[in-house]
């Protein structure tokens, strides 16, 4: 038969003292209720022999606070997002707080259905990349004095904290790097743009093109059909079509690794004919033949801009007393696959 934890009423009557004060030091107020030093450490020490655990639930209750945040993502297994949930976990539990990690897919009725769960649970706050239609749930979030960041993506029109990459300034800046090492029929390969990350990706690339006079060569994909065959077919067929593509810029990761199967399967030497730049970095691009050139997101200034907002929301009555819109700047990271094909 398991055993019954011990509770707070259990210490109270086994020290003949009151549950209050046993609650008091407990929670770190012995000093603030004038609780002696002798009182104090009488109950902690017996706390300690009989492995007193407190009961969280209640503990929320009584509170108002679960020290629970949810950290709500596009896909977790995506290598940008896992990296970057990994380094927000370590800071958040240094912080105190526990973290839930849930994948919405990039869809509406899975993102609404989560965050009405947890929001039932009463999780202190949420770190959300959120799906096209969350627009209006989010600004329910808001208006219920829930804290909560946008991640990765925002809304236009809705004042909401958010922490974002400078995308149209990064593929702008890797589209020209193209340019300039003597590319000039620059694919890019985009999810279709329903994303306001996506927009502005799609945004630098047509913006560096028209600036030096280049066509545009674009590719976009349904995010439904990015990680089935379909998705696959899509960037083969235009790999097939666009026979005078001498560079291609893959607006994700997953996009970059789907297009280097594609190579390796059907055409081995485009792996080093066109140049080639990746939209996040991945560690194997840094031992794949020829490296892989990519605009890598700060993952460490992410996650350490998110609990920099989150920590005082935490705290505040009104949670849109201020709002943080943030913009980070990513690096381009310059490889072998980038540089000019171009000989003397």
Known sequence: MKKK?????????????????????LNGKAKEKHISKELTKKVLDYAKLINYRPNQIAQSLRTGKSKILVFMVEDISNNFFSKLARIFEDIAYDKGYKVIFCSNENDDEKSKELISLFNFRQVDGFVVVPSPGLKDTIENLIKDNIPVILLDRFFEGLDCNSVV??????????TQHLIDNQ????????????????????????????????????????????????????????????????????????????????????????????????????????????????????????????MEIMLPLLKKKDVTETVHKVMINAELIIRESSLSKITD
């Open 165 to 174: 990459v400078n995308n149209e300034k990064a593929s702008f800046d890797a």
């Open 183 to 306: 590319f000039k029929n620059i694919g890019f390969i985009t999810i279709a743009p329903d994303q306001s990350q996506m927009q502005e990706r799609l945004t630098g690339y047509i913006k560096a093109i028209n600036k030096n006079g280049l066509k545009p060569i674009t590719l976009e994909i349904p995010y439904n059909e990015v990680y089935i065959v379909k998705g696959k077919e899509r960037i083969r067929n235009f790999f097939d079509k666009e026979t005078n593509l001498d560079a291609v810029f893959f607006a994700t990761n997953y996009l970059t690794q789907t297009g280097l199967e594609i190579f390796k399967e059907n055409k081995p030497s485009l792996t080093n004919d066109l140049g080639i730049i990746s939209f996040d970095d991945n560690d194997m691009y840094k031992i794949y033949s020829p490296t892989i050139t990519s605009v890598s997101q700060p993952l460490n200034d992410i996650s350490t801009k998110l």
């Open 5 to 25: 934890p011990f509770s707070i009423r259990n210490i109270a009557d086994e020290l003949k003292i009151s549950v209050t004060t046993v609650s008091f030091v």
